[in-house]
């Protein structure tokens, strides 16, 4: 079955960092995979796409890797600060829908 | 960027009872929405896509008699949540994609918390 992977375990950082989150998936072969910012009782918003045949996307201190050999993607919040405390979710197109990752947590403390 | 409303943010009801849910597109028409339910620390999880004017998809596992979608129109989809029961106490969100194509990024309702006592 067709699965996306983030590791359930909280991510402490200190402000200052860079942020590193990672999604793995299986049995999909995405053209595109999407990453979604979550905050408490609030609904997803969109953060970034890349394709494919796009080993890496950058926007502002946001980038993102995109391995379809490993299945994988990996996020990056550099210079991190405590407004980017919240819990970031992996998605991947299934037929016209999204599925998602449960998503990591994310808190940056000053 | 796009917006989508979602209302109640939050209902509380009697078990027995039954609950409707909107969700609108206010700057955009979606033919297509979809419905998503989301339990604590979980994923979300994709219930149903809505099609305007015609019958909704749902997902394996989930009752179809239990949740009435409605897509009347290219703006607002329904979701009534039927004899509800304290297992459907969740956190329902809405979606829509202003674009066609799967290289698209999706907008998100704020949410629905409903807690069935």
């Known amino acids: 079955s067709q699965k996306i992977e983030q590791n359930s375990e909280a991510l402490n950082i200190q402000e200052g960092k860079t942020a590193t989150l990672t999604c793995n998936y299986t049995n999909y072969s995405p053209a595109y995979l999407q990453w979604y910012r979550q905050d408490p009782g609030r609904g997803p918003v969109f953060l970034l796409l890349i394709r494919e045949n796009e080993k890496e996307k950058r926007k502002e201190r946001l980038k993102v890797t995109f391995d379809t050999t490993l299945k994988q993607s990996l996020f990056h919040i550099t210079a991190s600060q405590p407004a980017d405390s919240a819990t970031y979710l992996c998605a991947l197109n299934s037929g016209y829908a999204l599925n998602f990752g449960k998503g990591t947590s994310l808190l940056v403390t000053p | 960027g796009a917006v989508v409303s979602q209302h109640p943010s939050w209902v509380i009801c009697k078990s027995g009872t039954s609950v409707k849910i909107e969700c609108r597109s206010l700057?955009?028409?979606?033919?297509?929405m979809f419905w998503y339910r989301q339990f604590p620390k979980q994923s979300l999880m994709l219930m149903a896509t809505s099609n305007e004017g015609s019958k909704a998809t749902y997902e394996q596992g989930v009752e179809k008699d239990k949740f009435l979608i409605n897509h009347a129109s290219l703006t607002l989809s329904t979701l009534t949540v039927t004899s509800a029961h304290p297992e459907d106490s969740s956190f329902y969100i809405c979606?829509?994609?202003?674009?066609?194509?799967?290289?698209?990024?999706?907008?998100f309702g704020q949410g629905t918390r409903l807690t069935v006592v």
């Open positions: 700057d955009f028409q979606a033919t297509t």
């Open positions: 979606s829509a994609r202003p674009t066609r194509g799967l290289n698209t990024e999706a907008f």
